[in-house]
């Protein structure tokens, strides 16, 4: 932590929430249609053509996700840092059990797993080019539980099909795109647990929530259970990351430029190079992993234009 910082200064808003997760795919026709498909994600915005066409697919109004096409890069290899998963938020269980519903119909992804949380309940998959999607709900604060100073988390039983018997509905899932849902949080892989820790929570902001699972790190603003998390399982000892499919850009936001000060003073502090166009700072984790955190009232066509790592 920044100690030369005032208080208020050294996290990170507590009114953050996640942006748009980008990807750099091979086939982007492949896996356009598949989170459209699967996760009823529609396509909201497309720019260039052919080796370089960006495409942005959400629900509703709300960007979810940004594909790069990038066919000449090679396959990410799955024991170097980058994404674990990208998870997607839903309101309510009808609304997760549709999606899930839908994505297991899908063959040119798998299925890999169900899991309550304590905090949530979660399905996972993996898409056509080895990226990990979860798709979860939370379940009300209030039954949250916290021991000294954690949020309890756990990886219990789901029974995937008696979660669709209880809350499948045809309502729900004929509605599909126009129910809402957002990204929630981004499961990273990391070389090493104390070294993310300095950079996600000391320079970035956020506040540890639970450091009692073996090689892994959870941080959240604002008390929520994890917006970020961080895990060795399978990348320890990982150095800085190749180019290659996969991960491109993580997204947060925060409530306005004061914010971001906040940010680029802890950045400075800490030594670490950034970018700043006055409504997104960029800057690169110690793996090369891209993290921007923008203001609200982002554009499509601004993300779009965002690089992507």
Do not use: C, K
Request: no cysteine; hydrophobic share 40%.
């Amino acid at each position: 932590m920044n100690r030369d910082l005032p208080a208020d200064e050294r996290v990170i808003s507590p009114d953050l929430a996640m942006d748009a997760v980008t990807l750099r795919v091979g086939d982007l026709e492949t896996m356009s249609g598949y989170y459209a498909s699967a996760f009823a994600l529609e396509p909201l915005e497309e720019r260039g053509q052919g080796r370089t066409a960006h495409r942005v697919l959400g629900r509703g109004a709300t960007p979810m996700l940004r594909l790069v096409h990038t066919p000449d890069l090679p396959a990410g290899d799955p024991r170097q840092a980058g994404l674990f998963h990208t998870a997607f938020l839903f309101d309510d269980a009808a609304a997760l059990a549709a999606t899930v519903y839908r994505a297991v119909q899908d063959t040119r992804g798998r299925f890999t797993g169900s899991a309550d949380h304590l905090v949530s309940e979660a399905f996972y998959l993996t898409d056509p080019e080895g990226n990990g999607v979860e798709l979860y709900t939370d379940r009300p604060r209030e039954q949250w539980t916290l021991r000294d100073g954690q949020i309890l988390m756990d990886t219990r039983w789901l029974d995937p099909n008696g979660y669709l018997r209880a809350h499948l509905t045809e309502d729900a899932l004929a509605a599909g795109p126009s129910r809402s849902g957002r990204v929630g949080h981004v499961h990273l892989q990391v070389g090493d647990v104390p070294t993310a820790r300095a950079f996600y929570v000391g320079a970035l902001g956020l506040e540890t929530t639970l450091t009692d699972i073996p090689g892994a790190l959870f941080a959240s603003a604002g008390g929520y259970h994890h917006h970020i998390a961080m895990n060795t399982w399978n990348s320890a000892g990982a150095g800085p990351r190749a180019a290659a499919l996969g991960l491109g850009d993580v997204a947060v936001t925060v409530p306005g430029r004061e914010d971001l000060d906040a940010l680029t003073a802890r950045l400075r502090a800490a030594a670490l190079p950034f970018a700043d166009d006055g409504r997104s700072v960029t800057v690169a984790d110690p793996w090369g992993t891209q993290v921007t955190v923008s203001v609200p009232g982002t554009s499509v066509e601004a993300l779009l234009e965002r690089p992507a790592a």
